[in-house]
């Protein structure tokens, strides 16, 4: 992948909103108090229990609409509600901009007041902490706080709540969430950004802080918590220049983080005249989760890519990447990789790309180029995998493609799967486990990911399966290689030629005697292994377990979607002598009597 980047003044922040119901020009992130009435420990603003002042209402609205934008303001603090005439100042904002706030839901009569005055519609959520220990001093906090939810979502109002994975709430984290569920609310765990016991939360020296377990647990409640740990330093970014933060005292700094001053609100303040690169490591902010967008179809060539590049309306933001050194290799387009791309692809095309650059007139896009496997280092290789058979060595081997990723990260629509199995618009229990395997990190074991782009959600797979996959880098390869994708004829070949017992795992629908190699035993799966994993989830990784411990330097075959993983997976912790093997739907041709995919065609 080529990045091409702009530093112009581009205003992307509505594209990256745009699912979410808003259109405005400018993001503001509002500190607009340090007071707060609760006294949580994990907090990370130094908040006190002063009463804050009223503001000046009408000289604030003067001030916003003298930009002559749409805003959309996010209010946190503190806490929001305890300013006096925060409805007031929320019900004149609302007549032209939209807002979100960060609350704790505690001050009842402000909250009903802000519920029965303000329209849902101008409000793209209100996220609520669920802080236990606050509210269980009071009588029948929870309870309260429940019915505070109910009420903001009878009143047609988004509700988000967060629970913060504190070191100390761990042991109880989980069943204060099933307290919450329970009730119909759901609540998701964000990871603790601080200090406890000496030790900096979530990351110390590069290193997650939270031990195996503790992660694991936050993991399952929230499988989307790991995006608050992409790096973003060096990411382009908007803050200071179409968004930025105005603290308690009136004063506009570039972020909440970076506290640059940019001048004093009801004075002047001068933005950013270009977007400029971040200098955190971490950060949670939406401005550094900057999309990017699908330019080309898997079968492309390259300058077809680049005139669709040109002829793409409208702007976007950089994605910043990296691939570890073994596999595709991803670049920034910059001076101190020129040289590198014209090793790997060639003058003459590098030529015909930096004639579009010029074309484009400033437009940030992203692009998107494959490379041959004779430029990709350390795969795991066709004839690598099948030596490993040959030779009998203990290894695992698991794919991660798109199919994978829609179950990680569900749709917003079910998705029907070539295959015939569904993935569903929510969070299945296949999904759960498929998340929990990418935390694997030992010997042996193959994670093999995709760099075929998603067109519905338009992200780099890549990208997103390389910021969670932990284990060793030698071990991440490429989806395409290691079996018949490349060069099926040549496959069937070799396999028609090896005789090597299995014990496998396919759609009892599929002709068992058919297969090219003889099976010692058969486990049928369905032909929707989603549904099937969801009714028969311990029970298959008992018999899967149950089947690995039964053999020894065995060949472990799986051709059951993205299932075959939990096969490899579990096969390969309850006994590492045998060989396991997600086959894909490489052997669809013997167990069906037909070419099932376009590579065998």
């Keep these: 992948m080529i990045l091409v980047e702009d530093n112009s003044n581009i205003d992307i922040t509505r594209e990256m909103m745009k699912d979410k119901k808003t259109d405005f020009d400018i993001y ?3 500190n607009i108090t340090q ?3 609760f006294s949580c420990s994990y907090c990370v603003v130094n908040a006190t229990h002063a009463a804050p002042k009223e503001i000046d209402v009408d000289r604030i609205i003067q001030r916003l609409n003298r930009s002559n934008k749409t805003l959309f303001i996010s209010f946190s603090g503190g806490e929001p509600f305890m300013v006096p005439n925060f409805t007031e100042l929320n019900q004149e904002l609302t007549k032209k901009h939209r807002i979100r706030i960060d609350t704790n839901l ?17 409000v793209l959520e209100i996220c609520f902490s669920a802080h236990v220990l606050e509210w269980e001093k009071r009588p029948n906090g929870l309870d309260e706080l429940c019915c505070m939810v109910k009420m903001f979502q ?17 042991e109880r984290m989980e069943k204060d969430i099933d307290f919450f569920d329970s009730r119909g609310i759901k609540i998701l765990p964000s990871y603790f950004w601080g200090v406890f016991n000496g030790k900096r939360y979530p990351v110390e020296d590069g290193r997650i802080s939270y031990s195996e377990e503790e992660l694991r647990l936050i993991e399952k409640l929230n499988p989307h918590v790991r995006t608050q740990l992409q790096k973003v330093r060096n990411n382009f970014c908007q803050a200071g220049c179409a968004a930025f933060t105005i603290n308690q005292d009136y004063e506009v700094l570039m972020c909440d983080r970076i506290q640059k001053k940019l001048g004093d609100f009801f004075g002047e303040w001068n933005l950013l005249p270009k977007v400029v690169r971040c200098t955190k490591m971490f950060c949670t902010c939406p401005l550094n989760r900057a999309p990017s967008i699908t330019l080309f179809r898997f079968d492309y060539p390259p300058v077809a890519i680049l005139r669709k590049a040109i002829s793409e309306k409208g702007t976007y933001s950089l994605l910043e990447s990296y691939r570890v050194i073994e596999g595709p290799i991803l670049f920034n387009m910059g001076k101190r990789i020129l040289r590198k791309i014209l090793q790997l692809i060639g003058a003459r095309v590098i030529k015909r790309l930096l004639i579009g650059l010029k074309k484009m007139a400033g437009r940030l896009v992203v692009v998107n180029l494959l490379y041959p496997d004779r430029y990709v280092k350390g795969m795991l290789r066709m004839d690598d995998t099948l030596e490993k058979i040959r030779k009998k060595e203990p290894f ?3 794919k991660f493609a798109d199919g994978e990723y829609l179950l990680m990260v569900p749709p917003r629509h079910s998705i029907k799967a070539r295959d015939g199995w569904i993935i569903p618009a929510r969070m299945s229990k296949l999904g759960k486990a498929l998340r ?14 995709s760099t075929r782009p998603i067109y519905t ?25 290691p079996w018949a994708y490349r060069d099926y004829a040549r496959f069937l070949k070799i396999v028609k030629a090896m005789s090597e017992p299995v014990i496998l795992f396919a759609n009892k629908r599929g002709k068992i005697s058919n297969f090219p190699w003889p099976v010692k035993e058969f486990y049928g799966v369905t032909d929707d292994v989603v549904q099937f994993f969801e009714e028969h989830d311990s029970g298959f990784i008992e018999d899967v377990r149950s089947m690995a411990k039964k053999y020894n330097n065995t060949l472990f075959v799986a051709c059951a979607g993205p299932l075959a993983n939990i096969i490899a997976y ?9 060989r396991y093997i997600n086959a894909g739907s490489v052997f669809d041709e013997f167990l069906f009597g037909r070419k099932t995919s376009p590579y065998q065609k």
């Design 436 to 449: 929990l395997i990418l935390n694997f990190r030992g010997d042996d074991v193959y994670f093999a990911t």
């Design 396 to 398: 695992a081997f698991m």
């Design 570 to 578: 579990e096969g390969w912790k309850a006994n590492p002598t045998n």
């Design 106 to 122: 505690s001050l009842k009569d402000e909250c009903i007041k802000f519920a029965n005055i303000i329209n849902p519609d101008k």
């Design 457 to 481: 959600y338009s992200v780099m797979l890549d990208y997103w399966y390389l910021t969670r996959i932990r284990q060793k880098r030698k071990y991440i390869t490429e989806m395409v290689l």
């Design 28 to 30: 503001i992130h509002w």
């Design 35 to 37: 007071e707060c009435n």
């Design 154 to 170: 009878a009143k047609g109002f988004k509700m988000i709540g967060k629970y913060v994975a504190y070191p100390p709430l761990m």
